[in-house]
């Protein structure tokens, strides 16, 4: 009898627990969209955009008449969700996987956000393929370039890193957008990766010959951050 009760109260605690978590992470699941022929999530409307990613978007800084670089854009549903939040700003949407980056990926993502915000999207984009060492980019054209959630990815970290100064501005602005592991040598769960510390990170643009210059962590209600933008200009 108390082994069936002690069975009974594990599974009642693990259920529990699953409810639990399903309601945590459900709030920020219902306000994307999930369309079966296209890849990434889209906000269902532009008050879900901007209550889920607005301390990015005031980070970022985006400005009118900006040039703008996403490496690894991929899906370009982050980029499209930045760009209807502002107006006159060029994207130029890079990656090396043509597979899901293709043009009627990016004219979805587009014309998602178009219609979201209503009145037409003026910020427009350019769609560039680069390879492993090289993003293709043209040099010496942008005033921000993101990587977001996928420098761990890169296999030529350092000759990468050399390309993009390169295609900066004088006084252009390199974001760093990555998770950061609970202790040293942790490997990512997705795709089994090393991830950086903050500290790692840093020393490595920094040998790299980028300056770190400010960042903002995300802590997701645990004390330590789990995900930081790093800010560096060369």
Same mark, same amino acid.
């Given at each position: 009898?108390?082994?069936? /009760?002690a069975? $009974?109260?594990? *599974?009642?605690?693990?259920?529990?627990?699953?409810?639990?978590?399903?309601?945590?992470?459900?709030?920020h699941?219902? %306000?994307?969209?999930?369309?079966?022929?296209?890849c990434?999530?889209?906000? =269902?409307?532009?008050?879900?955009?901007?209550?889920?990613? /607005? =301390?990015?978007?005031?980070?970022?800084d985006?400005?009118?008449?900006?040039?703008?670089?996403?490496?690894?854009?991929?899906?370009?549903?982050?980029?499209?969700?930045?760009?209807? &939040?502002?107006?006159? !700003?060029?994207?130029?949407?890079?990656?090396?996987?043509?597979?899901? $980056?293709?043009?009627?990926? !990016? @004219?979805?993502?587009?014309?998602y956000?178009?219609? *979201?915000? !209503?009145?037409?999207?003026?910020?427009?984009?350019?769609?560039?393929?680069?390879?492993?060492?090289? &993003?293709?980019?043209?040099?010496?054209?942008?005033?921000?370039?993101?990587?977001?959630?996928?420098?761990?990815?890169? &296999?030529?970290?350092?000759?990468? *890193?050399?390309?993009?100064?390169?295609?900066?501005?004088?006084?252009?602005?390199?974001?760093?957008? @990555?998770?950061?592991?609970?202790? /040293?040598?942790?490997?990512?769960?997705?795709?089994? =990766?090393?991830?950086?510390?903050?500290e @790692?990170t840093?020393? $490595?643009?920094?040998?790299?010959?980028?300056?770190?210059?400010?960042?903002?962590?995300?802590?997701?209600? /645990?004390?330590?951050?789990?995900? %930081?933008?790093? !800010?560096?200009?060369?």
């Open positions: 009898m108390e082994k069936n /009760q069975i $009974f109260f594990i *599974l009642a605690k693990l259920t529990f627990t699953a409810i639990f978590l399903t309601l945590i992470f459900s709030t699941a219902q %306000k994307l969209e999930i369309f079966k022929t296209y990434g999530g889209f906000y =269902k409307s532009m008050d879900d955009l901007r209550k889920m990613q /607005q =301390k990015e978007i005031d980070f970022y985006f400005r009118s008449g900006q040039t703008i670089a996403s490496i690894g854009a991929q899906c370009c549903h982050w980029e499209a969700a930045y760009a209807a &939040t502002t107006d006159s !700003v060029t994207f130029y949407l890079e990656d090396i996987d043509s597979s899901k $980056f293709k043009k009627s990926q !990016v @004219e979805f993502a587009w014309n956000y178009s219609t *979201l915000r !209503v009145r037409p999207m003026t910020s427009d984009y350019k769609m560039i393929i680069g390879d492993e060492r090289s &993003t293709s980019l043209p040099e010496n054209t942008f005033d921000k370039i993101l990587i977001i959630n996928n420098f761990h990815e890169v &296999t030529f970290q350092a000759e990468m *890193l050399a390309d993009i100064k390169k295609k900066l501005k004088p006084g252009g602005i390199l974001y760093i957008d @990555e998770a950061l592991p609970k202790r /040293q040598g942790e490997l990512r769960g997705i795709c089994n =990766k090393p991830m950086l510390t903050n @790692e840093i020393a $490595f643009f920094e040998k790299n010959g980028f300056e770190y210059l400010n960042g903002i962590d995300f802590n997701f209600r /645990q004390k330590n951050p789990t995900r %930081k933008i790093f !800010v560096f200009r060369i």
